[in-house]
């Protein structure tokens, strides 16, 4: 099935990216603007998003996964280099379980390859309930306190607005039903341990959701992949600190697929 809303920009190396939650492809601005210069930077918003369209009950991390490579097929692209934040490293490396043949590389931002506990994944059920339940707004309001860090809360208002209309765009079903999701995803950390493809691992030192600690643990089962850990920013540090960001990015495009470079 193919995403409802979708983006494809520049050209060169195909770069695919893949949202956090609870939000959409617009995370991914700063990033289609100053990468598309030199890749083709690819993004999409997935059901129950933003203009990702009506939320596809029972909806897995795989089906997430199978979604982007159909995009993929829809664009004509055999391969590309997958990059997630949060839950989009959660169906990146659901898609390199799935379709390795068609991962070039992974980006895992602000992201683990663990599965939750069962504390964890149950108290995932227990959210969701009271989203259904009328409790939306007051979930949204929890997150975003900790989607950002202290840095950007203290000096970057536009980013928190812009987060804020992003959650915002967020339906119950898709929130609700995410979190299930997220709550039943597979163990990552042996496939990690085993992969044969260029890895960035980027992680923000403010982040309190998934605290730098997770970005190291995933070096350790994997010492060849790259480590990045950024100053200032917290969960979302595509858009907290996107020069920075998109500098690692860009290097890690350039050396690990130079001559793969249309």
């Not at 069962?118 to 009271?130: D, G, M, Y």
């Amino acid at each position: 099935m193919l995403p409802a809303f979708y983006t494809d920009e520049g050209s060169g190396l195909p770069l695919l990216l893949i949202h956090a939650f609870p939000l959409n492809a617009t995370l991914w601005q700063p990033q289609r603007r100053d990468l598309s210069r030199l890749f083709r930077v690819i993004s999409f918003t997935l059901p129950g998003f933003g203009r990702g369209g009506d939320f596809i009950p029972g909806m897995s991390m795989d089906d997430c996964a199978d979604m982007a490579v159909a995009l993929l097929d829809e664009l004509d692209v055999d391969s590309a280099v997958f990059g997630g934040c949060s839950m989009g490293g959660y169906i990146s490396l659901a898609a390199y379980r799935r379709h390795s043949q068609r991962i070039r590389g992974l980006i895992l931002s602000n992201t683990r390859a663990g599965a939750d506990t069962p504390e964890a994944a149950a108290n995932r059920l227990v959210q969701a309930e009271a989203i259904r339940n009328g409790g939306l707004e007051e979930f949204l309001a929890g997150m975003r306190e900790k989607l950002v860090g202290k840095s950007t809360k203290d000096t970057a208002p536009m980013v928190l607005k812009l987060v804020d209309e992003m959650m915002h765009s967020a339906s119950v079903e898709g929130t609700a039903g995410m979190l299930e999701a997220m709550g039943r995803r597979a163990d990552s950390t042996p496939l990690l341990e085993q992969a044969d493809i260029p890895i960035c691992i980027i992680a923000g030192q403010e982040d309190t959701m998934i605290p730098p600690a997770e970005a190291e643990r995933m070096h350790a089962s994997q010492a060849a992949a790259e480590l990045h850990i950024l100053p200032g920013s917290g969960h979302l540090s595509c858009l907290e600190r996107t020069v920075v960001f998109n500098s690692v990015v860009e290097k890690f495009l350039e050396s690990g697929f130079s001559s793969e470079r249309a």
